[in-house]
């Protein structure tokens, strides 16, 4: 299965700030299928990104995600409080669709 | 509005069994494959099984493969997990998710709240 590395673990990062986050996958992503979720303390999952790069519905455009083959990223350009929360990758390229371990993005 | 119902979590014993259900409605239930995720307390997320809108095509990871059986109805638009033989790793929340497409293996789309399950003596 792939497994996908995620850094750094935890970014303090203050509002107002730009965000990057990784996700390294241990092999090539079978057509890019990667995507991220947000997750808040208490609260299901939310879908974020999928196909690398498209925005799933209710987000807004300071988020957008890149990359191809085994290097993905996550950036939200400017930090709004509403943004703190942990932000996991999952490759959909192949089964089992596997999970990085999560990034937090907490308020420095 | 999509509305994802999780029930049938609980308490259990090392070796016992649960059968999870997923209440699902506001769209076309059998158009789109589904899923159950797991995250243990403090943890992160880990994909456990998924299914095919049809139902034919069922997916597990290793962790689970031999211990837990997918299955939905599309009749009754609820979505099923049966989970035999468990252990005190198989303690989490679970959650029933609508996939973003009828093929397994596609992001979770929309997410119930989970339901709780812990295993142990």
């Known amino acids: 299965e792939i497994v996908l590395t995620q850094s750094p673990g935890i970014l303090s990062l203050s509002p107002g700030e730009r965000a990057t986050l990784s996700c390294r996958a241990s092999?090539?992503?079978?057509?890019?299928?990667v995507a991220w979720y947000q997750q808040k303390p208490g609260q299901a999952p939310r879908l974020l990104i999928y196909?690398?790069?498209t925005r799933a519905t209710g987000f807004p455009d300071r988020f957008s995600g890149s990359g191809s083959g085994t290097d993905f990223s996550l950036t939200i350009s400017r930090l709004e409080p509403e943004d703190f929360a942990v932000y996991y990758c999952?490759?959909?390229?192949?089964?089992?669709?596997?999970f990085g371990q999560g990034t937090k993005v907490e308020i420095k | 509005e999509v509305q994802l119902l999780e029930s049938g979590g609980g308490l259990v014993q090392p070796g016992g069994s649960l059968r999870l259900s997923c209440a699902a409605s506001?769209?076309?239930?059998?158009?789109?494959?589904m899923s159950w995720v797991r995250q243990a307390p403090g943890k992160g997320l880990e994909w456990v099984s998924g299914?095919?809108?049809?139902?034919?095509?069922?997916f597990y990871a290793d962790s689970v493969k031999g211990r837990f059986t997918i299955s939905k109805d599309n009749s009754k638009t609820t979505l099923y997990l049966q989970m035999n033989s468990l252990r005190a790793e198989d303690t989490a929340m679970y959650y029933c998710?609508?996939?973003?497409?009828?093929?397994?293996?596609?992001?979770?789309?929309?997410w119930g709240q989970g339901v709780r399950v812990t295993v142990s003596s």
């Open positions: 998710a609508k996939d973003l497409g009828s093929g397994v293996i596609t992001p979770q789309e929309f």
């Open positions: 506001g769209f076309t239930f059998m158009k789109y494959a």
């Open positions: 299914i095919s809108g049809g139902g034919t095509g069922t």
């Open positions: 092999q090539s992503v079978r057509g890019n299928y």
């Open positions: 196909g690398t790069s």
């Open positions: 999952q490759q959909c390229g192949s089964s089992p669709g596997t």
